[in-house]
């Protein structure tokens, strides 16, 4: 059931809003080398994948790690990542992507990713709601 349910929301995504434009594929490699420094619980790194904003809410990369485990556990620990369509929204460009847990459940989020001086960085990332899928 949970690889027809994947199949299905991915098939969904994967058509994207109208508004989806041309992949920067420098997006994808930001955001899954932070994954992997999570992954390696490499904060500190992790932390220089994060927008001037987001360094200056959490202010150190501990704080940051302490979120991200708590706030976003599929992302500190994912089994599986799949980028999905990228689309510009108010002067920034969104990257979805679709984490599956440890537990083989199917995430949704959304990246919103800025340009700096020191390339792109991730300035929020929203865990979307999925629609019932069969309901």
Same mark, same amino acid.
């Given at each position: ?44 790194? $992790? ?31 994912? $089994? ?21 847990? $440890? ?26 709601? $999925? ?5």
């Amino acid at each position: 059931m949970r690889g027809w349910l994947v199949a299905a929301l991915m098939a969904v995504l994967a058509l994207g809003p109208a508004g989806a434009q041309e992949r920067d594929p420098a997006i994808p490699g930001v955001i899954q080398s932070q994954i992997d420094a999570f992954l390696a619980d490499d904060f500190v790194t $992790a932390f220089t994948f994060a927008s001037p904003n987001i360094k200056r809410l959490f202010g150190n990369p501990d704080r940051f790690g302490t979120m991200v485990r708590q706030g976003y556990p599929m992302v500190w620990r994912p $089994a599986d990542v799949q980028f999905l369509e990228q689309e510009t929204k108010g002067g920034a460009i969104h990257q979805k992507v679709l984490i599956t847990d $440890a537990e083989g459940v199917p995430h949704v989020l959304d990246y919103q990713m800025i340009p700096t001086p020191e390339g792109w960085q991730i300035n929020g990332v929203v865990l979307l709601v $999925a629609p019932p899928v069969g309901a």
